[in-house]
């Protein structure tokens, strides 16, 4: 197994309050993503790094900002939490071969997201 | 957009016999990279069998297989002998070559009846 963990596994939170979700991997992989599950929607991209201090958006990125300052870690801020952000949260590390084309995407365990 | 469709919201299966779980994909891209993924009721997300559209023979991963029909943009999960560990939420997921982005179905949900 690839060596993920986020923290924390579990978290309840009211609107309007911030929160930062933490992956950390073992891995000295490159990439590293943040997504969200929903039912009906599968798993969604909110942001993901290429390197330290690299970051894009994904496709669900609003409400969201993340960091990297070190490889092994990728956090995941919601400024102001809403009820709308109530979700799974899963990081997921991937490695990029010499070719440039990345590899395979493993994920963490998932961070359960509750906001009141 | 890339879109990926699972057809089946749930489907269930007997104790060692054979189940096919269907996806289908819309894309215009020549280099892609499809996987399964299973999600057990502990949530974690486990990969089961990745496909490189170049590729033309089918991958295989010990009871699981896939049947990947490029031209109908069609990449079925094919389970043999099933066994109760089986039992999961199946993600079907697409990729482009160059893309950073993972694309998933909505699941099925695999039941396996003793």
């Known amino acids: 197994d690839a060596g993920i963990t986020q923290s924390p596994r579990h978290k309840v939170t009211e609107t309007g309050t911030p929160v930062t979700l933490r992956c950390h991997q073992t891995?000295?992989?490159?990439?590293m993503y943040w997504y969200r599950q929903d039912p009906g929607h599968g798993l969604r991209l909110i942001h993901y790094?290429?390197?330290?201090?690299?970051?894009d958006k994904g496709e669900v990125s609003d409400g969201y900002s993340v960091s990297r300052s070190k490889t092994e870690d990728f956090l995941l801020t919601l400024e102001s939490a809403t009820s709308s952000q109530t979700s799974v949260y899963f990081c997921?590390?991937?490695?990029?071969?010499?070719?440039?084309?990345?590899?395979?995407?493993?994920f963490g365990p998932g961070t359960r997201l509750l906001v009141l | 957009a890339q879109t990926v469709t699972q057809s089946q919201p749930e489907m269930s299966v007997q104790e060692a016999e054979t189940v096919t779980l269907s996806c289908t994909y819309d894309?215009?891209?020549?280099?892609?990279?499809l996987f399964w993924y299973k999600q057990p009721p502990s949530r974690q997300m486990i990969l089961v069998i990745r496909?490189?559209?170049?590729?033309?023979q089918n991958a295989t991963e010990n009871r699981f297989s896939v049947n990947f029909q490029k031209a109908a943009k069609s990449f079925s999960l094919k389970i043999s002998d099933s066994q109760l560990g089986d039992a999961a939420m199946y993600f079907c997921?697409?990729?482009?070559?160059?893309?950073?982005?993972?694309?998933f179905g909505q699941g099925t949900r695999l039941t396996i009846n003793p």
């Open positions: 496909q490189e559209a170049y590729k033309q």
């Open positions: 790094s290429y390197g330290v201090k690299d970051t």
């Open positions: 997921a697409y990729r482009t070559g160059g893309a950073q982005k993972l694309v």
């Open positions: 894309t215009s891209e020549s280099d892609y990279y």
């Open positions: 997921a590390i991937s490695e990029s071969k010499t070719s440039g084309v990345q590899e395979t995407q493993y």
């Open positions: 891995e000295n992989h490159r990439y």
